[in-house]
Each structure stands twice: as structure tokens, then as C-alpha cells.
């Protein structure tokens, strides 16, 4: 006598076997009723009907690996970045919110890993690409363009701010050096001449844009920007803090910048504690921007250029996932794409006009 099902307990999933028992039936008959076989065709209704009422009693579940093997496909695209133990990174929650609601409109799960050194990042991206994954996005990776030499070609690859060309990974990113030239001009029609820029590190070719868009603000207005005003920082808050005070030590007893154009908005969010903490007031004494438009610089009035973030994470799932099905249909990985989304100037409490009178630095 068959044992009801309610009764029977067990610390195991329950299995196509299983259901077939409390059907009555073959194993086989339940996989072609739940799997949408053709040959489910040939089975009764009332047939049909008694699997799916057995499999609804046992609670039965499709194992998703063993259905993996099958299709080849995992369903889960991956994210590789790194991450810092010292401090929350921002930029990468809001592009890592945009990866996740991308990847879940489109049926995919979501594994991150963390590349300690992107010098080793071929090394470990190799590792990762073993199939447990069926792409991988590359979150600003830092690594070479002779990199890509040994990037595989069996898993598609799509990189979000790439520090270089990478052969064969489609690559998104904003437009910083628009970004920051809109910013510096908008600081310039304001009446600020001595303007400060805390840039990112000079290996950075984002950092190097923002730069590029400083300097031709200046150019084209027939300035010549105050020297000794371009210094570089890596994008933190911490980084922010201690440049600016460094900065401002050597330059004691100088006037004050009139703005301070941080290349991020961690290292704006720094420079604001520095500043409080000597005293000088934002922005009735030095004007303050940023650069990237998070959550952060929103909840603290930050002027800022805001990147889109969350699409640049939605579009680069988008990207991966058409490459994932391109690859699954005709095997063909397709070149490298290199598409630049906009940024915007968004107005903050941080940002006013100059103000007539220099201050001297404390």
C-alpha cells in the first residue's frame, strides 16, 4: 500500500521518480508532461492530469542544474569588479542596481565577483568564466589592452567604463570629457577663475577625460587655468579629505580657490568635511562640484555631472544577454562595441557664484 504523500516525510527534493510512483506512471511520461516534450501528445488528459496533481502534492521542482546541462545554459550572468574594504563604493551600487533589475526583467540570475588586482584580473576572469556563468561584466576593470590576449573567447564579455581598448569586449561608458567641460564652463560663467580640480588617478583614462574637459573650458574662454590647480586623487571620500588638506597646507597663506572641482562625488563629499573642518564655508566661500550623480551627492545637495549609472548597469545587461543568444545560436562572438551615454549637469546647494572679494588660505 502506497504511503499518502502527506504523510511521507523526506529532507530531499522530490524527483521525477518520485512523482512517477504517486502518478502511477514512468518517469519518463512526467518529464514529457512537464517539460512540454512532444511526446506528451500521446499521453491522456486524465493521464495529464493525475502527474501534475502528484508533482503540485510533492511540491516537485525542476532541477534548474540539471536542466543547465541540458540547454548549456546556467541562466546567471556574472559581475567582476573590485571592491574596497575601507570604504562603500557608490558608484558601483548604483551601475550594480541597474545590472540586477536588468538581469531579472530578462530571467537572469546575478553573481558577483570580486577581482582582488586587475593585473591578475585575466587570471581570475578565466577562473570565473568555468561555466558557472554565462557572461560576465567587467565593472571599470584597470586592466591593459594586451589583457584581452587572454580574456576567453568561449564566454561573452561586456565591460562598463574600461580603462582600454579591450579586443573582442563590447565596452559602455559616459561622456566625461563633455561632462566635465560643461561643468567647468557653467563654474567660469559663474565668475570663478581660480577653480580647483581634484581629478582621479593619472593611470585612469576616465580621469584623464575630465581633465581634457577642465582645461578646454578654460581654453575656450581665454583663461589660462592657475597653476599648480590639477591634482589627482583615487575616487573616496578618504582621498578627497587628505589631498585637499595637503593641497591646501603648501598653499597657505594664498588665496582660496574660488570652486573645487572634484572628479567624483566621493572625493567632493571629502573635500566637503575638509572644508568644514577648516572653517570654510560652501558655497559662500568655495563653490563645490562633483561628478557622477549617486545617492550620496543627491541627499547632500551635491552640484555634480551625473553619469546614468543605473542605465549604463541596464544596458550592459542588455548588451551581454543579446551576445549570450547570439552565441547559443549561431556560436558567433560578435566585435567589440564602444557605446557613450550622456551625462548631465545637475544644480546643487554647493555651487553659487564667485565671490568678489579673495580669501586668503588659513
Not at 578646454?216 to 579629505?241: K, L
Request: with cysteine; charged share 20%.
Amino acid at each position: 500500500m502506497t504511503t499518502p504523500a502527506k504523510s511521507r516525510k523526506t529532507s530531499r527534493a522530490a524527483t521525477l521518480a518520485d512523482v512517477g510512483r504517486e502518478a502511477g506512471v514512468s518517469a519518463m511520461a512526467v518529464s514529457a508532461v512537464l517539460n512540454g516534450a512532444k511526446t506528451s501528445t500521446r499521453i491522456s488528459e486524465e493521464t495529464r492530469q493525475r502527474i501534475l496533481a502528484a508533482a503540485a502534492q510533492l511540491r516537485y521542482r525542476p532541477n534548474a542544474a540539471a536542466r543547465a546541462l541540458l540547454d548549456r545554459r546556467m541562466n546567471t550572468i556574472g559581475v567582476a569588479t573590485t571592491l574596497s574594504r575601507n570604504e562603500f563604493n557608490q558608484y558601483f551600487l548604483e551601475v550594480f542596481n541597474g545590472v540586477i533589475e536588468a538581469a531579472a526583467e530578462a530571467g537572469q540570475n546575478t553573481t558577483v565577483f570580486a577581482v582582488p588586482d586587475w593585473k591578475q584580473g585575466a587570471e581570475r576572469i578565466l577562473a570565473i568564466c568555468d561555466g558557472r556563468i554565462d557572461g560576465l561584466i567587467l565593472l571599470a576593470p584597470l586592466m591593459e589592452s594586451e589583457a584581452a590576449q587572454y580574456l576567453p573567447e568561449h564566454t561573452p564579455l561586456v565591460s562598463v567604463h574600461a580603462n582600454a581598448e579591450l579586443t573582442g569586449v563590447a565596452n559602455l561608458e559616459s561622456d566625461e570629457e563633455p561632462g566635465a567641460y560643461a561643468m567647468v564652463k557653467l563654474m567660469l560663467s559663474l565668475g570663478h577663475r581660480r577653480i580647483l580640480h581634484i581629478g582621479g588617478a593619472a593611470n585612469y583614462v576616465g580621469a584623464n577625460r575630465r581633465i581634457a574637459g577642465y582645461r578646454r573650458a578654460f581654453a575656450e574662454a581665454g583663461i589660462e587655468p592657475p597653476a599648480d590647480h590639477v591634482v589627482h586623487a583615487e575616487y573616496s571620500t578618504e582621498a578627497g579629505r587628505r589631498v585637499l588638506d595637503e593641497w591646501l597646507q603648501r598653499h597657505r597663506g594664498d588665496e582660496l580657490p574660488q570652486a573645487i572641482f572634484a572628479g567624483s562625488d566621493a572625493i567632493a563629499l571629502g573635500c566637503l568635511d575638509t572644508l568644514a573642518a577648516r572653517g570654510i564655508r560652501v558655497p559662500a566661500d568655495v563653490s563645490l562640484a562633483g561628478f557622477d550623480g549617486t545617492m550620496l551627492a543627491h541627499t547632500a545637495r551635491l552640484a555634480t555631472v551625473r553619469q546614468p549609472l543605473r542605465e549604463l548597469g541596464h544596458r550592459a545587461v542588455e548588451l551581454l544577454v543579446s551576445r549570450i543568444d547570439a552565441m547559443h545560436s549561431d556560436g558567433i562572438q560578435y566585435g567589440a562595441n564602444n557605446i557613450v551615454l550622456p551625462t548631465e549637469i545637475v544644480p546643487g546647494s554647493t555651487l553659487s557664484a564667485a565671490r568678489t572679494e579673495s580669501l586668503l588660505i588659513p
